[in-house]
């Protein structure tokens, strides 16, 4: 559409964020633009010497109610929602004595910091609403970030072009949608109680950054985050090698989480194909890494490995004997170390992730065929103090301490899972089996003996003793389970027949 005309040209300035807000206040009146604004925002503009008419003189309407109406006027929603294509429209602003307003520039409350009544906006939304509806004649901008571009268009065409107000005003329904879903979560956040599941979910997500591709090179791949909302990925550091991938940063996800879940002492996770294929706890992060790369040297080929810790000289060392390895993500390195690894290893993509432990609470989604499966997200409910021994041989000190490490890994493999452990490493792990029998008889052929005498994790309950004499065939001294089955009476005889230690959890711990 054809520029405004020069006498018509007006801007409604009404930002909380005032970035830049002066510069572009200045920008305008250089090309001949008359401002309006109000409040923080007008004082602002007035205090850097620039001439600004405040919205009360605009519409001969005092502020009210607190500031609570302020740009609610029909001097101000006429100008910003009049069809300027439309002759009634031209007309009823000439009749009511309504200026056109041909810029809003609006940013709202920052309600996800600060929630709250007061910090809920209603003027604010409204314009910035109306001035997105009517983007074939008025430009919007919420973004600090787009100021430049606006005043270039303004300078060297004389108006904003349709793509640019159309992009506009899409940034700007997603900034209000935000906004809107950021109040719906803070209700049901105070709610008594609160809402685990509440009736609606509202996501609103930006894109971040756009990936190498998908789970495959044909499928086209993002990293999206809730507005607003910082994720750990955001501070993630890669110091080598090509772009991630969508499953680089599935499996580093579920390595640096298994890697975060293991207590305070070394820990390395290492992932292949979103399961671990080595878990190990040591007295140094070299000593983890080598124990977990030792569980399965073949699977660990190409992997994710995660630590806990900072990686130092002595841990490069354990990985140039290694096999390669696609991702390894850590909290930091020792001086030259990241060097060193580039140097040997050119293709491994090296990341410092300086959050702090991922995050365990809210709600996971999954896309299913028309809609989404919600829970809550995965932790572990019952500690090992309140687990059950249901056997005549109670488990040793040691055997527990087995156990619990077992059936923390456990919970990280994909079901039906297996993990027979010993002396804080995943000996042997068997994942994503149709039965449990097969998935303990892959964990103990990984093992190879190297378990026995220490504990066999079992993500649900036996339903038979069949799992139970696997177990016991493998060499394990304890099993963990979470019990609950009708045939509980059957395995708990069988343990006791096999002289197997046996404690229920209550709790099982598929994942799919």
């Not at 503009?45 to 609610?72: F, K, N, Q, W, Y």
């Not at 009544?117 to 600090?144: L, Q, S």
Request: glycine fraction near 10%; charged fraction near 20%; include cysteine.
């Amino acid at each position: 559409m054809p520029a405004p005309e020069p006498e018509a040209r007006s801007a409604l300035l009404s930002v909380f964020d005032k970035t830049g807000i002066v510069a572009l206040a200045g920008g305008l009146l250089e090309l001949g633009w008359e401002l309006i604004s109000s409040g923080g925002t007008a004082r602002v503009i007035a205090e850097a010497g620039l001439p600004v008419t405040d919205v009360a003189d605009h519409t001969g309407s005092p502020i009210m109610l607190g500031h609570r109406v302020v740009t609610l006027h029909p001097k101000i929603h006429g100008g910003i929602l009049a069809d300027r294509d439309n002759p009634e429209h031209r007309a009823d602003l000439v009749a009511n004595d309504i200026v056109p307003i041909d810029l809003v520039v609006g940013n709202l409350y920052p309600f996800r910091d600060e929630p709250g009544i007061e910090m809920i906006d209603i003027g604010g939304p409204t314009m910035v609403r109306a001035a997105a509806k009517n983007h074939a004649h008025v430009g919007i901008a919420v973004d600090p970030a787009d100021y430049p571009t606006i005043l270039e268009e303004l300078r060297s065409v004389g108006w904003l072009t349709e793509a640019t107000r159309r992009r506009l005003a899409r940034a700007a329904f997603a900034h209000t949608a935000a906004y809107d879903a950021s109040i719906v979560g803070w209700l049901d956040a105070t709610d008594d109680p609160p809402a685990t599941l509440p009736p609606t979910i509202h996501l609103a997500l930006e894109r971040t950054d756009v990936l190498r591709y998908g789970e495959n090179p044909h499928q086209a791949g993002a990293r999206y985050r809730s507005i607003g909302e910082a994720s750990m990925w955001d501070t993630v550091e890669q110091h080598s090698g090509v772009a991630l991938s969508y499953l680089n940063l599935f499996d580093a996800d579920a390595a640096w989480r298994l890697a975060h879940d293991l207590g305070d002492g070394p820990a390395v996770a290492i992932i292949k194909h979103a399961n671990p294929c080595g878990v190990a706890v040591g007295s140094d992060v070299a000593a983890a890494y080598a124990r977990a790369f030792e569980c399965d040297p073949r699977s660990a080929f190409g992997g994710i490995v995660a630590t806990n810790q900072t990686i130092n000289l002595a841990t490069v060392e354990a990985m140039e004997a290694a096999a390669q390895a696609d991702v390894v993500i850590a909290p930091g390195y020792d001086p030259g170390v990241v060097e060193r690894l580039i140097a040997k290893r050119k293709n491994t993509r090296i990341l410092t992730a300086v959050a702090a432990e991922p995050a365990t609470d809210g709600l996971e989604l999954r896309q299913i065929g028309g809609g989404f499966l919600v829970q809550e997200a995965h932790h572990f409910a019952s500690p090992p103090q309140s687990w059950q021994v249901v056997t005549d041989r109670r488990p040793t000190e040691s055997e527990m301490k087995d156990a619990a490490f077992a059936w923390r890994v456990c919970g990280h493999v994909t079901s039906n899972a297996i993990v027979l452990a010993r002396d804080g490493v995943a000996w042997g792990i068997g994942a994503g089996q149709q039965n449990r029998v097969e998935a303990g008889e892959i964990a103990a052929s990984k093992a190879d003996g190297r378990a026995e005498g220490g504990a066999c994790a079992s993500d649900a309950f036996y339903p038979f003793p069949d799992g139970i004499h696997a177990a016991a065939d493998s060499g394990a001294a304890v099993i963990v389970q979470p019990g609950g089955s009708m045939g509980d009476g059957a395995t708990i005889e069988a343990a006791n027949e096999r002289g197997v230690a046996m404690v229920f959890t209550g709790e099982r711990h598929f994942l799919h």
